[in-house]
């Protein structure tokens, strides 16, 4: 990307691009009647959330009316139904099981291979028209009732029974399991669609036309024990497969193979020792009837995914249209570009602020890292820094209130605690964590001796001042949302904010624009659908073992030795779920296992989701699998482990933080002002000293091994939060300022090591 004059002749802007959606590269690029076909089906399916969404009824009578209230007119469980079936029908045909060769054609190839998809067809259409016959069935009223709800008598020897296992089941995973097979081997242009492809698409669609209407009958009360309908274990069994070769094409295998040790342990628990046994083994046909329920896939991570995320999805893809995302990173240039390391920066404000509505760590990496670690390398930061830099200010962004990456509204959603409160929380954590990312990057550059951009370099400050009115969506947002408004109702009008704000720019929404938002919408939320999705297979069998609360048995134990050890405990097992899984998945499955146990040791309800949320949200920049770091090392062309290390050390700070949202709640912002405010500047001074300490750079200068270590451990205590603790926190920065002026102690003195000469 290079710099470009405006229209009217003014200076050069350095982000041209940024709202560009990235391609995939096993993403299908149609072109023609198929693209208009798949433009078709995408925007339909965003436009169909967001009037779903608002309560928007259709009337023969009255027309359209717009009720703006909190509901579906969709059943919830139906409407999740139809939310996956829709992701799942859009991911096949958009993404193909491998990767295309980059710059070259995929040439045709395995006819007979795809033949035997195209056959499977046959299996999948007749699973179908089961499913279609079976909904006529329940509509006609001609079943009994039981309890004012219709029953299905789907018991073995009946003929339900025997319909469901011959026409529906069997065809059905037949089409399921073969598709997928033949997706592997099935070799198509980059503008063909794949037969297999399209099979398993019709598969995620007659799933929904079995479930939704099964689950209006009195057989949804079975849901979960051995009693549940043979053909909702079917339904299950194919749309859990679907769901796992799904996550595959557009999140990794990392996520997938998680899933996969907690589907074997569902199988194997009664076979295992200790607090991984369970009772009773688990049929098949119990566990996939409990799995798609709200217990699991059906769940809280769904019940998100298909409200708040989605909402916000399309809230970025009309950001993205109106081309606002460029303006936010030219903004940062003019803002912050002429300080020393400039781009670094930059990156910290830009990223923060794209990472925060986006969602997703890695995807925020490759939309302004291609920007900024360019820039980053060219003042003069090594490839691994400048690429650990994006890294750690993207993830930043999902601990960035108010949207938090979702984040706040699964969170809301788990515990039941009002999103306002959730969002004023993350205030100083995120502070916390930008301010000492900022910190790090500008004592690097002080070390190096780096410099700014130059004046011509950078966009004019005054005049994007003169267009800070893009920002008003997210004003809007905030406001809305602070005044009481219901999320949905406030992404909402934020949304409409940014398609009437773009008539103040030359990239002005018409209907063509709009509808070319929503399509980027439908197109952007299917990776985190199946992830969300994945997760809650995950939360299905944590919550049908009751493995969750065996793991907050064993913090119960640590905690009668050291409730450090066993914060330490849940620090761990949080990373270890979240890494190589997106924040939302990672969050959604560390909350199942890990919160409970911290609830249980005496920790408040939003302290202990805090604390899990954070870590969950760490595991993008923690060695080995740090998801945003090897993104930004592909970027950057580092090698991608020293880019995770480095990333880990920019964002030090972030792991402590947590641990003082245990000792010192004010950092919450809960208790008297005095405290907060005490706490948050102690917790800044602290984190100031940290990075010092860890950089080796301070009040100016270079410092020696044991003014660092005084400065790390000034740190630890003013981060504590207590009275006591920030004297002595105080007092020990004092010492090191005072040695470092007076004494001026050698900066390349070696550390002596006992028993070395």
């Known amino acids: ?175 399921t399991f073969g598709a997928i097979l033949t997706g592997w081997l099935e070799r198509r242009d980059r503008a063909q669609f794949a037969a297999s492809d399209v099979v398993l698409a019709v598969c995620g669609i007659v799933v929904a036309l079995y479930l939704i209407p099964i689950y209006g009958t009195a057989a949804r009360n079975s849901v979960g024990t051995p009693f549940v309908p043979i053909g909702v274990a079917f339904a299950a069994t194919a749309g859990t497969a679907m769901i796992l070769e799904l996550t595959r094409r557009v999140a990794g295998l990392a996520l997938v193979i998680i899933t996969g040790v907690f589907l074997v342990y569902t199988f194997t628990a009664h076979l295992l020792p200790g607090i991984l046994a369970v009772q009773n083994a688990y049929s098949w046909q119990r566990f996939f009837g409990h799995v798609y329920s709200d217990a699991g896939i059906l769940g809280p991570t769904t019940a998100v995914s298909s409200t708040y995320i989605i909402l916000f999805i399309i809230f970025a893809a009309f950001l993205q249209a109106s081309k606002v995302g460029d303006y936010f990173v030219n903004f940062a240039f003019a803002a912050a570009g002429r300080a020393r390391g400039g781009p670094a920066k930059v990156a910290i404000f830009a990223s923060g602020l794209m990472g925060m509505i986006n969602g997703t760590s890695a995807g925020n990496v490759v939309a302004t890292g291609s920007l900024t670690i360019p820039l980053m390398k060219k003042v003069g930061y090594q490839k691994k820094t400048a690429g650990a830099v994006e890294a750690a200010a993207s993830t930043g962004g999902q601990i960035m209130p108010p949207i938090m990456g979702a984040g706040a509204f699964i969170m809301a959603e788990i515990t039941g605690i009002p999103y306002q409160e959730i969002a004023i929380a993350a205030i100083i954590p995120a502070v916390l964590y930008f301010v000492s990312v900022y910190f790090m990057v500008d004592f690097e550059a002080a070390k190096l001796g780096m410099r700014g951009m130059r004046e011509d370099e950078l966009p004019k400050f005054n005049k994007m001042v003169r267009q800070v009115y893009l920002f008003i969506p997210i004003i809007i947002l905030i406001y809305a949302l602070f005044l009481g408004y219901s999320v949905i109702r406030a992404g909402t009008l934020a949304t409409v904010a940014a398609a009437v704000v773009s008539w103040l720019t030359p990239n002005r929404m018409g209907l063509r624009s709009i509808l070319r938002a929503f399509e980027l919408a439908g197109v952007m939320s299917i990776q985190i659908i199946a992830v969300c999705a994945c997760a809650g297979i995950i939360v299905g069998v944590i919550s049908l073992t009751g493995v969750g609360a065996r793991f907050s048995a064993v913090l119960l134990d640590l905690a009668d030795a050291s409730q450090l050890l066993a914060l330490f405990f849940a620090m761990c097992i949080a990373i270890l779920l979240g890494m190589g899984m997106p924040t939302t998945a990672a969050y959604a499955v560390a909350a199942s296992v890990v919160a409970p146990g911290l609830v249980q040791l005496g920790i408040p309800l939003l302290t202990a989701h805090f604390f899990v949320f954070y870590f969950a949200v760490l595991s993008a920049i923690t060695p080995p699998v740090a998801l945003a770091s090897y993104a930004a090392a592909g970027i950057s062309g580092a090698n991608p482990m020293e880019t995770s290390v480095a990333s880990f050390k920019i964002g030090i700070a972030a792991f402590i933080v947590p641990f003082m949202f245990f000792y010192n709640s004010a950092i919450l912002m809960d208790g008297p002002v005095i405290d907060i405010v005490r706490a948050a500047a102690t917790a800044v001074a602290g984190v100031f000293l940290l990075s010092s300490g860890v950089q080796g750079w301070f009040m100016g200068g270079r410092s020696a091994w044991f003014i660092r270590v005084i400065l790390i451990a000034a740190a630890l205590f003013l981060i504590s939060g207590g009275l006591v603790t920030d004297l002595i926190g105080v007092g020990a920065a004092v010492l090191a300022f005072f040695v470092q002026r007076v004494f001026h102690p050698n900066p390349d003195a070696p550390m002596p090591v006992k028993g070395l000469d």
């Open 1 to 175: 990307m290079t710099d470009r004059q405006d229209e009217t002749g003014d200076e050069q802007l350095i982000a041209q691009g940024v709202d560009e959606e990235p391609i995939e590269g096993n993403r299908r690029l149609f072109e023609g009647r198929a693209y208009f076909v798949l433009a078709f089906v995408a925007t339909f399916y965003a436009a169909f959330h967001m009037v779903a969404l608002n309560g928007v009824s259709l009337s023969s009578t009255t027309g359209i009316e717009l009720e703006f209230l909190p509901q579906f007119p969709l059943e919830t469980w139906n409407f999740r139904i139809a939310h996956i079936a829709g992701a799942l029908a859009l991911g096949f045909i958009l993404f193909s099981a491998q990767n295309f060769a980059l710059d070259k054609p995929q040439r045709p190839g395995g006819k007979a291979i795809s033949l035997l998809a195209a056959v499977l067809i046959v299996p999948a259409a007749l699973a179908g028209f089961t499913a279609i016959g079976f909904a006529n069935d329940i509509a006609s009223g001609d079943l009994p009732q039981m309890g004012g709800l219709t029953t299905w008598a789907a018991f073995p020897g009946t003929e339900i029974y025997e319909t469901e296992v011959r026409w529906f089941g069997i065809p059905l995973l037949v089409a």
